[in-house]
């Protein structure tokens, strides 16, 4: 069964700081992978995806995230953070081969950033 | 902004009422989803359609009752509900077939308040 999991239930950081948030999977296929974000009181945007290709994907508001297969991560970054990136954010997965239907999300990191 | 749009923003209704919950795209999208999510919690997953035929219950009691009159809409009535019930209620929709790659699009939500 897929399962997806995520360090740090609550990440802070400093303006102007890395944003690392990180996100395993375990997947008896190959998956596709998400990153989704949600501001307060808002529904959920997807901040980049994997799928196929290039492993390194870069998302919108300046985020990429790595695909490695080896570590079975991954994980988001951000060079910089901002004052609005401060928001929740899931990871998920998705098994195209066998459940179309249904993303599995992990629980969640909450970003805080100190001005 | 989001091109799937849900009403009520704000629902509050008592455990002996009767409500209904709306959700519509317009981006062709043939798959839709009920989401119930409590707050710092990931989405879980109620309902999906696919192709305007319920594919997927995830053993939610029956005071919940989807319904999705055609390709671009998606109700979920309420009745009899319990406090616990009070959460946000995300939809969501995907297409299907070869440009389906598990990504779901969020409405904004409806936030619900059972006394």
């Known amino acids: 069964a897929q399962s997806v999991t995520q360090l740090g239930s609550h990440v802070s950081v400093s303006e102007g700081a890395l944003v690392l948030l990180r996100c395993n999977y375990s997947?008896?296929?190959?998956?596709?992978l998400f990153w989704y974000v949600q501001y307060p009181n808002q529904g959920l945007q997807l901040l980049l995806k994997?799928?196929?290709?290039?492993?390194l994907v870069k998302g919108i508001n300046g985020f990429e995230a790595e695909f490695k297969k080896s570590e079975t991560s991954f994980h988001l970054t951000k060079p910089s953070a901002h004052m609005s990136d401060a928001a929740e954010y899931f990871c998920?997965?998705?098994?195209?081969?066998?459940?179309?239907?249904?993303?599995?999300f992990g629980p969640g990191t909450s970003l805080s950033v100190i001005p | 902004d989001t091109e799937v749009t849900q009403t009520p923003k704000h629902l509050v209704m008592g455990m002996t009422n009767k409500k209904s919950l709306k959700c519509e795209q317009h981006?062709?999208?043939?798959?839709m989803y009920w989401y119930k999510q409590k707050a710092k919690k990931p989405p879980e997953l109620m309902f999906v359609?696919?192709?305007?035929?319920?594919?997927i219950n995830e053993s939610v009691p029956s005071r919940f009752s989807p319904e999705c009159p055609n390709s671009s809409l998606l109700n979920l009535h309420l009745h009899a509900l319990q406090p616990e019930d009070s959460a946000l209620y995300l939809c969501?929709?995907?297409?299907?077939?070869?440009?389906?790659?598990?990504?779901?699009?969020f409405g904004e939500g409806s936030r619900l308040t059972v006394l």
């Open positions: 969501a929709s995907s297409p299907l077939g070869s440009g389906n790659t598990g990504e779901l699009f």
């Open positions: 997947s008896s296929v190959p998956p596709y």
């Open positions: 994997y799928t196929t290709g290039a492993t």
């Open positions: 998920a997965v998705s098994d195209m081969k066998t459940s179309y239907d249904k993303v599995i």
């Open positions: 981006m062709g999208h043939r798959a």
């Open positions: 359609y696919s192709y305007e035929k319920l594919s």
